[in-house]
């Protein structure tokens, strides 16, 4: 137990429900009536390799001391003084309240690393709650879903950057005093210059999950990337029933490799172990960064590739294609052109995507795949300035401004990065829901062009101008 987190935040946000996840029971009373949970209650936490202490505690109030819910917010200070990371949590759905803002305030004069969570993510107009919680100054909202477990992979990462590796996972507990000294030093800096440009780090281990159809090869590739049988390969389909995990070290970075249970669609699932396995390894995807799409060559683009890179790049995850079994190609630079043509028509959300030949019997291209993936990750957490971006913008306007709507012209008025991992864009224009989905289609690949982002997805959001002044009646 390494270190101790707190949930903070006002009533009703969900903190309860985040802390059964967290500790794997339902300790914690949850309802949707505000103010459920009084006393703080601390219990062991895991979340994937990182274990810890986690503290729920009462919602946030403004209340007089001596009143009841003054001693429920006495509570909550002491478990800020008590935490060495700070899980602040809003409600995306619902947006900010005035609470919010209030409560920002006191957590960040704490001076305690904060994660920001944005919880019930999952909910239609939550969109809008994301955007609103970077008002608060504490950095980039991790979107997740206590209730139905979505976004813990984020939540997870953005707990190791806060702290830093050696404190998040309890190793030379002296030193890591300096990592997070340095962690918050570094958080501070993007704070307060959004048009940094942070330089890629290579010492982060990389999470890379292997999937594809049964029998495509992804056990047999998983070995000769590792140089030894780690894995049990064979002819027949199915053999991997759960995700494996292993650990590798690639010309000196740490790799994770995930090892997952061949992908059938689901007419064809009729046993609940297989169906076990096939979740299990959705799991495995939604914890990586890197997702190796891994494609008999013999018979590639099968509907259920084309449904599996779907789910990845929905999932927001970086897709890799490696065409597998290439030494049993007799026509290898027919092919070669035939499936360069098909991945661009038919993968057109990752335009770009790379896409590599290789024999996981013979060992050809292995490095160029992992070469690949490197490349790809680098791209997943590419963040260009907002100067760059809004005079790449400049430029798309001039030449091509969006189109006029029931003879109205919409106008854009300015283009930011909200996020990396995949990279997502927040464009500022005066009716986002009139705007044509062709129109921002053109947006995201003139960006993916310009700041040479291909194969990844991108996210880009459309929201409202604020106009202070906007429905009040003019004076005469």
Same mark, same amino acid.
């Given at each position: 137990?390494?270190?101790?987190?707190?949930?903070?935040?006002?009533?009703?946000?969900?903190?309860?429900?985040?802390?059964?996840?967290?500790?794997?029971?339902?300790?914690?009373?949850?309802?949707?009536? %505000? @103010?459920?949970? !009084?006393?703080?209650?601390?219990? #062991?936490?895991?979340?994937? =390799? &990182?274990? +810890?202490?986690?503290? /729920?505690?009462?919602?946030?109030?403004?209340?007089?001391?001596?009143?009841? %819910? @003054?001693?429920? !917010?006495?509570?909550?200070?002491? #478990?800020?003084?008590?935490? =060495? &990371?700070? +899980?602040?949590?809003? /409600?995306?759905?619902?947006?900010?309240?005035?609470?919010?803002?209030?409560?920002?305030?006191?957590? !960040?004069?704490?001076?305690?690393?904060?994660?920001?969570?944005?919880?019930?993510?999952?909910?239609?107009?939550?969109?809008?709650?994301?955007?609103?919680?970077?008002?608060?100054?504490?950095?980039?909202?991790?979107?997740?879903?206590?209730?139905?477990?979505?976004?813990?992979?984020?939540?997870?990462?953005?707990?190791?950057?806060?702290?830093?590796?050696?404190?998040?996972?309890?190793?030379?507990?002296?030193?890591?005093?300096?990592?997070?000294?340095?962690?918050?030093?570094?958080?501070?800096?993007?704070?307060?210059?959004?048009?940094?440009?942070?330089?890629?780090?290579?010492?982060?281990?990389?999470?890379?999950?292997?999937?594809?159809?049964?029998?495509?090869?992804?056990?047999?590739?998983?070995?000769?990337?590792?140089?030894?049988?780690?894995?049990?390969?064979?002819?027949?389909?199915?053999?991997?029933?759960?995700?494996?995990?292993?650990?590798?070290?690639?010309?000196?970075?740490?790799?994770?490799?995930?090892?997952?249970?061949?992908?059938?669609?689901?007419?064809?699932?009729?046993?609940?172990?297989?169906?076990?396995?096939?979740?299990?390894?959705?799991?495995?995807?939604?914890?990586?960064?890197?997702?190796?799409?891994?494609?008999?060559?013999?018979?590639?683009?099968?509907?259920?590739?084309?449904?599996?890179?779907?789910?990845?790049?929905?999932?927001?995850?970086?897709?890799?294609?490696?065409?597998?079994?290439?030494?049993?190609?007799?026509?290898?630079?027919?092919?070669?052109?035939?499936?360069?043509?098909?991945?661009?028509?038919?993968?057109?959300?990752?335009?770009?995507?790379?896409?590599?030949?290789?024999?996981?019997?013979?060992?050809?291209?292995?490095?160029?795949?992992?070469?690949?993936?490197?490349?790809?990750?680098?791209?997943?957490?590419?963040?260009?300035?907002?100067?760059?971006?809004?005079?790449?913008?400049?430029?798309?306007?001039?030449?091509?401004?969006?189109?006029?709507?029931?003879?109205?012209?919409?106008?854009?008025?300015?283009?930011?990065?909200?996020?990396?991992?995949?990279?997502?864009?927040?464009?500022?224009?005066?009716?986002?829901?009139?705007?044509?989905?062709?129109?921002?289609?053109?947006?995201?690949?003139?960006?993916?062009?310009?700041?040479?982002?291909?194969?990844?997805?991108?996210?880009?959001?459309?929201?409202?101008?604020?106009?202070?002044?906007?429905?009040?009646?003019?004076?005469?």
């Amino acid at each position: 137990m390494g270190f101790k987190v707190a949930i903070i935040g006002r009533p009703n946000v969900g903190k309860s429900t985040l802390f059964n996840r967290l500790v794997g029971k339902k300790l914690a009373l949850v309802d949707d009536t %505000p @103010g459920v949970t !009084r006393d703080r209650r601390v219990h #062991a936490a895991k979340l994937y =390799d &990182l274990h +810890f202490d986690v503290i /729920d505690t009462a919602g946030f109030e403004d209340a007089a001391a001596s009143t009841l %819910p @003054g001693r429920m !917010r006495q509570q909550t200070e002491i #478990a800020i003084r008590e935490a =060495d &990371l700070i +899980f602040f949590t809003v /409600d995306a759905k619902s947006g900010l309240l005035p609470d919010d803002r209030t409560f920002a305030e006191i957590v !960040r004069k704490s001076g305690k690393p904060v994660v920001l969570v944005a919880n019930k993510a999952e909910a239609r107009g939550a969109q809008g709650g994301m955007l609103e919680a970077w008002e608060l100054g504490l950095g980039e909202p991790i979107p997740v879903s206590a209730e139905h477990g979505q976004g813990m992979p984020d939540l997870r990462d953005a707990v190791i950057e806060a702290l830093g590796e050696e404190r998040a996972f309890g190793e030379d507990e002296e030193d890591g005093s300096d990592e997070i000294a340095a962690s918050e030093v570094l958080i501070g800096e993007d704070i307060a210059d959004p048009d940094a440009e942070p330089a890629y780090d290579e010492t982060k281990p990389l999470r890379i999950a292997v999937v594809g159809r049964p029998n495509a090869g992804k056990s047999t590739l998983i070995n000769a990337l590792i140089g030894e049988e780690r894995l049990l390969t064979g002819p027949e389909a199915g053999i991997t029933r759960d995700s494996i995990s292993v650990d590798w070290d690639w010309r000196g970075r740490r790799i994770k490799l995930f090892d997952t249970a061949g992908m059938r669609r689901k007419s064809r699932i009729h046993e609940k172990l297989e169906v076990l396995s096939v979740q299990d390894g959705l799991r495995a995807i939604r914890f990586a960064e890197i997702v190796v799409i891994v494609l008999d060559a013999t018979i590639p683009f099968e509907k259920q590739d084309l449904q599996i890179a779907d789910l990845i790049i929905r999932e927001g995850r970086a897709p890799v294609i490696a065409f597998n079994k290439w030494d049993l190609i007799d026509n290898p630079q027919e092919l070669l052109a035939e499936l360069r043509e098909k991945t661009e028509r038919l993968l057109p959300q990752a335009r770009g995507i790379q896409a590599v030949t290789v024999s996981a019997e013979t060992g050809r291209g292995l490095d160029r795949l992992m070469e690949s993936v490197i490349k790809t990750h680098k791209v997943w957490n590419n963040r260009v300035s907002t100067g760059k971006l809004n005079r790449w913008l400049e430029g798309i306007l001039a030449h091509h401004p969006p189109p006029a709507v029931a003879g109205r012209r919409l106008k854009i008025k300015y283009v930011t990065q909200a996020k990396t991992r995949p990279p997502g864009f927040v464009v500022s224009c005066s009716r986002p829901d009139a705007m044509p989905q062709s129109y921002v289609r053109y947006l995201t690949n003139s960006l993916r062009e310009a700041f040479d982002m291909p194969g990844v997805p991108i996210r880009m959001a459309l929201r409202t101008s604020d106009n202070p002044f906007a429905g009040r009646a003019k004076k005469r």
